[in-house]
């Protein structure tokens, strides 16, 4: 899960350094270097966002799973501490 966020978080990082450096280019003139740059940004934001995704699905998944022993009473601890009751 860790690993999943991590590599979400520095997919997107990367993608607006590069959208960044396309604008750089771009005020300079580099039209080509800009234009690169940028589909290099794209696709790395397609990336991270593809990782959000599986990162949603597997923390809903996570939540289920919680909430159906919740229900069958044997999550009832892992939540409260019993001096709560």
């Known amino acids: 899960m860790y690993n999943l966020i991590n590599n979400m978080q520095i997919f997107g990082v990367l993608s607006l350094l590069f959208c960044v450096f396309s604008m750089f280019a771009l005020f300079a003139g580099w039209i080509f270097g800009g234009q690169l740059s940028f ?5 790395l934001m397609i990336v991270s966002l593809g990782i959000s995704l ?3 699905q597997v923390s809903v998944g996570a939540l289920d799973l919680l909430l159906m022993d919740m229900e069958e009473g044997a999550g009832r601890f892992f939540l409260f501490p019993p001096d709560h009751f």
């Open 39 to 43: 589909a290099i940004a794209l696709i």
């Open 54 to 56: 599986r990162e949603l």
